[in-house]
């Protein structure tokens, strides 16, 4: 019994993300990513460093860093700073819109809240 309940929170945690995100095509590696950031510093870290800690490419940190920040059709859940120390570096990390919905996601995904009601994420490609 308790299998089910954990798969019924994760599943609700994922419907809460996609809609919270406006991102209905959410993929594993953009969870993988946000989850990451969410378990670091606030202050962030450098996106290489991101890249190394997923064992991902710079490519997807850059590209979803994007996706979630400056190019976001709704609110911002990363945001990019150089680095104050070596400017050639940027660091990323979650905003405070961020921090929040990844706080209320993993309390869904562990049970100890119930997802608010959102409309579901609406894929324009597929119109539904």
Do not use: W
Not at 20 to 37: C, D, G, H, I
Not at 45 to 67: C, D, I, P, T, Y
Request: hydrophobic share 40%; charged share 25%.
């Amino acid at each position: 019994m308790k299998a089910k309940e954990n798969q019924a929170s994760l599943i609700a945690g994922l419907e809460y993300l996609r809609a919270a995100t406006s991102k209905p095509r959410l993929e594993v590696q953009q969870v993988q990513m946000l989850l990451t950031l969410y378990h670091l510093p606030e202050a962030g870290v450098h996106m290489q460093q991101l890249a190394e800690q997923m064992k991902g490419s710079q490519s997807f940190v850059s590209r979803n860093a994007k996706g979630f920040g400056s190019a976001a059709t709704g609110k911002r859940f990363v945001a990019l700073r150089i680095d104050d120390d070596d400017p050639r570096y940027r660091v990323i990390y979650l905003t405070p819109e961020g921090r929040a919905v990844m706080k209320t996601f993993c309390a869904i995904v562990d049970g100890s809240e119930k997802a608010p009601k959102f409309r579901p994420a609406v894929d324009a490609r597929t119109k539904r």
